[in-house]
């Protein structure tokens, strides 16, 4: 999982703050945010493959499914449109995490197939025959945490840049009411 | 968010919700150790109460053996002297060999000693009442009686009477009762009951016996430790305490007889008298406060995680109003037990009484303390129910502090939860009275919420720079501290001496106690010349109450801290030297860093013990000078300068009548000005080796340096320097004056005269510029 050196801190109240003198700053800085997920989403939909990641994943959905899989549900169908499509962006908080932060952007992955392709292997660490197979025996991060992984830092820098920008416009602004 | 979702996380912040939690989390640690404190606060409680009382029972027991032990000795040293001639050093020996004999054989000293006198006095050697002792030890043993049947067993039996011997079980032959051949018989008795003493020494009851000896000989050992300060108390006694009671009393005995004839009203008023003479309170006035301020300290802290300290700090106060109180049974034991009553029956029975009668409101107090300290088991604290006497200063530290009666009564109606808020705000606004500022809702739990999350990630070298520029700064104020000491010590000896007035400055100035000033002063001097003698430490062991090693343990670290701070090599070499851990190095530095004294950083039970009766002599004192006014004390005696430079510190001086000059041998600092003052200067200073080394652990400017506040600092060792204000003139800002002296009769010489000029002010640190040198 990729690391998480820079903690956004004041950014709701930032923004908050900043609506009442600039919105265009404010819009302006969540086009910032948007437009770095998006590309981070596009990377990610990029390493989703079209054929199915393992010999012998079925592309249509069992007739009979086994009945204690997924709640009746089964082994999913790999579809790569809708593991493409199951990867999407988004800026909600969530739940406070361990280290006492919030979520201010991340990528999930909503599908079924797409998710067994994100993790399996993952928890255990070990490349097995299952995981040998999928995706050439690489290990887990292979979608939305390899897109992350690759381009999270950057991402971050460029954002908490934005932060500080709107800060400082912002203070620029308050100064200007103190007269 | 869809269930089972797969989230990479991009971006992280800190918001509300995230301090919300991270408060909630810290309450729940909150509880975790409050809980954990009040399981442990009675413990703590109740091991210092107990280990505070074995040190008092144990001071207690072992003077009165030394007492003993002192005059048994000095009884058997005056038989030697007066029978076998027997000098100290002979003394000595005999000592050490019944001290061994005793703890090899499990026969008290008390047993032996008369035993030896005896023999002494009848063979008039030394030598040979040690051989009769041992046959009389075997005898002893294995005739299974004391040692005094045994000992005139063998004392008749040298003057040829061997009935005595016979009737023990020695098995003598015809002739030699014939010839009364003494050696013979007592030949006979060691071969019949030879090895007996050491036989029984190994069975187990010999065995308990010896340990049960070895104990005592410790108290004997705690006690003599002790009977200097006991001595001190007596002197008081008698030469002041007992003659102004007296006086009193002759002046006032109607008076006395009609108050103790009055009921118990007028006894209680004396006692408050007493009580206020004391001044119990007013000298634990700071204890008071802190207990109050640790306290409120609690409660504005979620009740938690201070209490483990606050616990420990009120057991502390418990401790010196314990103190204060030995004190005065201190008092009571010494004026019942070493006074002759019939010289002054009616001022010891006037001392007895009123020291038992503040005794009573003494005890009052502390069992009110106690009472009060078993309540921080519910972190309540009431100062209700103390001695009427404390009142005026209890309301004052209710108003400085937290009325929480007050608080407890208006709120009585609210729910748990709001009255925990309430006492919360009461608290809080009584801590900003007291100038601590009030914390916001939001910034320091991010900050901890921040701090948890470095932690978390194991980014810990943020914190261990932080740490380490603290440390740095402590250890450079540590050393301007040193430097200062060391200026206030060339100030105050210059007269050659140090004295008692002087180390009280001294210890005001510094914030520390009298001791500790009295231990750096012993320090200094023994670490001065760079190496510490056997003969140093010996003196000092003795001196601060502390074993050998541990006084070279200390005279080590204190020589290894004269920079303020332990370097790594200094540690791995106490590590070494000491088989000392890391932690132990280190903890020993930040101690006498601090001043604590050699007897607080290894505190024993007779130290403890030491410690109450100084605080009793110290109680007594007060009550005496307290007492001035009201009683017709004696005058006091002509105030005596004590010095507490160690012995050997001999006045000499240094420079002669014609002041020596820079570079000339002898020379030690400035140069003594040339005036007709007669006030001793640095330069005419007595001790050339500990001016030396002060001034070398000054810091050295020979390479430059800026300076930004009052700084003592040594410059031109290296050489001529200048010293430059940097606000100012600054460099290059001087000019340069040339007087042209003498007579200058060609250009030459103009030249030459301007050019060294030049050259002097380019010596002194002016830049030469063109325009410094423009006519």
Do not use: C
Request: hydrophobic share 45%; net charge positive.
């Amino acid at each position: 999982m990729a690391e998480q050196p820079i903690i956004l801190t004041g950014m709701k109240e930032t923004l908050e703050a900043l609506k009442e003198f600039d919105k265009d700053a404010v819009r302006s800085f969540g086009r910032v945010i948007n437009s770095e997920l998006l590309r981070a989403e596009s990377l990610a939909k990029g390493f989703i493959p079209k054929d199915p990641p393992m010999r012998g994943w079925r592309t249509v959905p069992a007739k009979n499914p086994r009945k204690t899989t997924r709640g009746g549900a089964g082994w999913p169908a790999w579809d790569s449109q809708k593991a493409r499509d199951g990867i999407k962006k988004t800026r909600r908080t969530g739940k406070v995490r361990d280290d006492y932060t919030v979520s201010a952007g991340a990528l999930i992955q909503e599908d079924a197939s797409g998710a067994i392709f994100e993790v399996a292997g993952r928890r255990s660490g070990s490349v097995n025959q299952f995981t040998h197979n999928l995706n050439g025996g690489v290990l887990a991060s292979r979608a939305i945490w390899r897109a992350v992984d690759k381009i999270g830092p950057e991402i971050r820098v460029r954002i908490a840049a934005a932060l500080e920008d709107a800060k400082r416009e912002l203070q620029a602004n308050l100064n200007k009411r103190k007269g | 968010m869809a269930t089972g979702a797969i989230v990479a996380r991009v971006l992280s912040q800190y918001n509300g919700a995230g301090t919300k939690a991270a408060k909630k989390d810290l309450v729940t640690l909150s509880k975790g150790f409050d809980r954990m404190a009040k399981r442990s606060a009675k413990a703590f409680g109740i091991a210092a109460a107990a280990s505070a009382a074995f040190a008092v029972k144990m001071g207690v027991d072992s003077v009165k053996a030394a007492i003993a032990d002192e005059k048994s000795q000095a009884l058997l040293a005056n038989t030697l002297r007066n029978t076998t001639g027997a000098n100290k050093e002979v003394i000595a020996s005999v000592e050490d060999y019944i001290d061994k004999a005793q703890r090899a054989l499990g026969i008290t000293d008390d047993e032996l000693r008369p035993a030896f006198a005896k023999l002494a006095s009848i063979t008039g050697s030394i030598t040979q009442a040690q051989g009769l002792l041992g046959i009389a030890m075997d005898v002893s043993a294995g005739a299974t009686v004391d040692m005094q049947t045994a000992t005139n067993a063998v004392i008749k039996a040298t003057q040829g009477n061997f009935k005595a011997l016979r009737g023990l079980g020695v098995q003598l032959d015809a002739t030699t009762i014939k010839t009364k051949d003494v050696q013979a018989a007592l030949a006979a008795a060691a071969k019949t009951f030879g090895g007996a003493a050491a036989t029984r020494a190994e069975t187990f009851e010999f065995r308990m016996k010896r340990v049960g000896i070895a104990f005592s000989e410790a108290k004997e050992t705690l006690g003599n430790a002790l009977l200097p300060t006991i001595e001190s108390f007596f002197q008081l006694l008698t030469q002041k305490v007992i003659p102004a009671i007296q006086t009193w009393l002759t002046a006032n005995g109607d008076k006395l007889v009609a108050a103790f004839q009055m009921a118990i009203k007028a006894v209680f008023g004396f006692a408050i008298i007493l009580y206020k003479i004391f001044d119990f309170v007013a000298r634990n006035k700071d204890v008071f406060a802190g207990v109050a301020v640790i306290l409120a300290a609690i409660f504005a802290a979620g009740k938690a995680v201070a209490l483990v300290t606050a616990i420990q700090g009120i057991v502390k106060a418990f401790q010196v109003l314990r103190a204060a109180a030995l004190g005065a049974a201190a008092a009571e034991a010494a004026a019942t037990g070493g006074i002759s009553v019939a010289a002054a029956a009616a001022g010891v029975a006037a001392f007895v009484g009123t020291v038992g009668l503040s005794m009573l409101a003494l005890k009052k107090m502390n069992d009110e303390m106690d009472k009060a300290g078993s309540k921080v088991d519910g972190l309540e604290f009431s100062f209700d129910g103390l001695d009427k006497t404390t009142a005026d200063f209890l309301s004052k530290i209710k108003n400085l502090n937290v009325n929480l009666k007050t608080g407890a009564t208006n709120t009585g109606k609210l729910t748990a939860e709001q009255l925990k808020l309430v006492q919360t705000e009461k608290t809080l606004a009584a801590l900003r009275k007291l100038g601590i500022a009030p914390t916001t809702e939001k910034d320091p739990i991010q900050l901890e919420a921040a701090r948890l999350n470095l932690v978390k990630q194991g980014a810990v070298a943020e914190q261990a720079r932080l740490a380490q520029i603290l440390a740095s700064q402590e250890a450079q104020l540590k050393a301007n501290e040193t430097l200062q000491r060391y200026a206030d010590l060339l100030v105050v000896v210059q007269d050659s001496k140090i004295s008692a007035e002087e180390v009280v400055v001294l210890a005001g100035k510094w914030g520390v106690s009298k001791e500790a000033v009295t231990v750096y002063i012993a320090a200094v001097y023994a670490v001065n010349d760079g190496k510490i003698s056997t003969d140093e430490v010996d003196r000092l062991a003795g001196q601060w109450g502390v074993t050998k090693q541990q006084a070279a343990i200390y005279l080590d670290f204190f020589n290894a801290l004269n920079d303020g701070k332990l370097d790594a090599k200094e540690i791995e070499k106490l590590k070494g030297q000491w088989g000392l851990t890391n932690a132990q190095v280190v903890e020993y530095g930040k101690q006498i860093t601090a001043g604590v004294t050699p007897s607080a950083l290894w505190p024993t039970p007779g130290n403890q013990a030491r410690d109450s009766w100084k605080d009793a002599l110290t109680a007594l004192n007060a009550y005496v000078a307290a007492s001035g006014a009201k009683i017709a004390a004696p005058e006091a005696p002509a105030a005596v300068t004590k010095s507490y430079l160690p012995p050997g510190f001999k006045p000499e001086v240094i420079l002669p009548p014609q002041a020596k000059q820079p570079g000339d041998p002898g020379f030690i600092g400035p140069v003594a000005p040339k005036t007709t003052s007669t006030a001793p200067s640095i330069g005419s200073f007595t001790s050339p080796a500990l001016v030396n080394k002060l001034l070398n652990r000054m810091p050295a400017m020979a390479d430059g340096g800026i300076v930004n506040r009052p700084t003592i600092a040594m410059i031109g060792e290296s050489g001529p320097e200048a010293v430059v204000p940097l606000s100012g003139g600054g460099f290059g800002g001087g000019s340069i004056t040339i007087n042209v002296q003498g007579s200058v009769i060609s250009e030459g010489d103009l030249v030459a005269q301007i050019r060294n000029a030049i050259l002097q002010g380019q010596n002194s640190g002016l830049s030469i510029t063109k325009s410094a040198v423009a006519l």
